[in-house]
């Protein structure tokens, strides 16, 4: 189990302990935060680091309470010792662990919080009981604070509304106005977030925080150059927003060794059936094998294993995940849906971006096939030649379509250095990129 301690650096980390009324910041401004899922929890992705974040660099004079749920999500079992318990991380931040069948948990959570005035609820999630009970006690009078912030962490995305869109949209006909009256603000993750935000709920007062989440200062050494299959690997929840289908769809459409890698938990049963027939289908030279849940300690490690990271996600409003894949020096091959897919695409020499084309493997054309000198590399080299304009040839990375006629397969296309790229000449990948010039430089 992870020891919830602060962020390295700074060097002031130091593990859980017990609250106690001495130890409570005194005065100050009061924040109350819900969370459906919090540390040493790891399923719930990465609200679970931007909380983790946002506790770590609080201002001395904040003193929050974050109340979360005492497992992880989905998990039958509890926390060990953590269960009920209201445990200090530093001066100015503790989190309550709340089972929310026993009663004996809510009557000490409730003393707690009424303790001293709440300046500030801060909900993260629109969905969540954890957000809906809160806002509620604050209706009903139970809960006296003094505003209220939510942070719908991408569930008001187009992609997400689409997943169980009738019941969404009815909860939030009747939930909005509720929210309204209550002069609740929002909280976005950026500008694209804030857009979405506004068309769901046109009356919102929206503010912009961008995520920010704790990498390592010394990016990973280069990995060395592999002559075997090439190494890709998905690491994420394994729900349709993720789009892990068309993940497999399209390696089963490439023409050479391909061994890929899923590591993460299964959110969607169903979803994850689908996934598994996929596989039971693959082409012989397609080696696809499900690795289990990771823990947030070890994602950057195992980023550092693989020659790419294949994310087609639907929609991220930050995609914690795409950092640690930078930051572990592993290629990003993504959809355009994340606030990181512009810089994917201009940065051209090591990570990649093409348009996505929503559920079409065939169109989300981002795996090289073909020759295997047009495989790229970790370090960003292969051996023997440059390419043309001037750029090591390791440094192009070949666009094909993974299904159709052999015209269609052809090496269509290359993403080099910026100052020496080349546009994508498919026709066909042409009409499923109308913005390639823009995505691919």
Same mark, same amino acid.
């Given at each position: ?276 027939? =996929? $596989? %039971? &289908? +693959?082409?012989?030279?397609?080696? *696809?094998?499900?690795?289990? /849940?990771? !823990? ?25 995940? =795409? $950092? %640690? &894949? +930078?930051?572990?020096?592993?290629? *990003?091959?993504?959809?355009? /849906?994340? !606030? ?42 292969? !051996? ?42 498919? !026709? ?14």
């Amino acid at each position: 189990m992870n020891e919830l301690v602060r962020t390295q650096p700074p060097e002031t980390a130091g593990a859980l302990r017990s609250t106690s009324r001495s130890a409570a910041v005194a005065g100050g401004y009061r924040v109350v935060a819900t969370a459906g899922v919090f540390e040493p929890g790891f399923r719930g992705g990465g609200p679970i680091r931007s909380l983790r974040y946002i506790l770590d660099t609080l201002p001395d004079d904040l003193d929050v309470t974050l109340v979360t749920r005492d497992r992880d999500l989905r998990s039958p079992v509890s926390y060990p010792g953590l269960s009920g318990r209201l445990l200090r991380r530093d001066p100015r931040s503790a989190v309550f662990y709340l089972d929310p069948f026993a009663l004996r948990h809510w009557a000490r959570l409730l003393r707690h919080v009424r303790s001293r005035p709440v300046d500030l609820l801060y909900v993260n999630s629109l969905w969540s009981p954890f957000s809906v009970v809160a806002i509620l006690a604050v209706a009903l009078g139970v809960l006296r604070a003094g505003a209220i912030l939510l942070a719908p962490r991408g569930e008001l995305a187009p992609a997400a509304l689409g997943i169980r869109s009738r019941k969404k949209r009815l909860f939030l006909s009747v939930w909005a106005p509720l929210l309204r009256r209550l002069d609740v603000r929002w909280q976005a993750c950026s500008r694209r977030e804030e857009e979405q935000i506004r068309a769901a709920v046109p009356w919102a007062q929206v503010m912009v925080n961008g995520n920010e989440c704790a990498v390592p200062e010394v990016p990973a050494p280069p990995a060395e150059p592999s002559d075997g299959p090439l190494r890709l690997v998905f690491i994420g929840r394994i729900s349709p927003m993720k789009n892990l289908v068309t993940a497999l769809e399209a390696v089963a459409g490439t023409t050479r060794p391909i061994e890929f890698d899923i590591f993460g938990p299964v959110e969607d049963e169903q979803y994850w059936a689908r996934c598994r027939r =996929i $596989v %039971e &289908s +693959m082409p012989g030279h397609v080696r *696809v094998a499900y690795r289990g /849940e990771l !823990p947030t300690a070890q994602v950057l490690e195992t980023f550092g294993r693989y020659d790419a990271f294949l994310f087609p996600t639907l929609g991220e409003n930050y995609g914690h995940v =795409i $950092v %640690e &894949s +930078m930051a572990a020096g592993c290629p *990003v091959v993504c959809s355009d /849906e994340t !606030p990181f897919s512009e810089q994917i695409a201009e940065a051209g020499e090591r990570w990649y971006a093409l348009r996505r084309q929503p559920r079409s493997a065939r169109c989300w054309t981002g795996w090289p096939t073909g020759r295997s000198e047009n495989v790229p590399r970790r370090n960003g080299q292969r !051996p023997g030649g440059t390419g043309s304009g001037g750029s090591r040839a390791g440094n192009s990375m070949c666009w094909s379509m993974p299904g159709g006629s052999a015209a269609d397969r052809r090496p269509c296309g290359s993403v080099t250095r910026a100052g020496s790229a080349r546009y994508l000449r498919c !026709p066909v990948v042409r009409a499923c990129l109308p913005d390639a010039a823009h995505f691919v430089r």
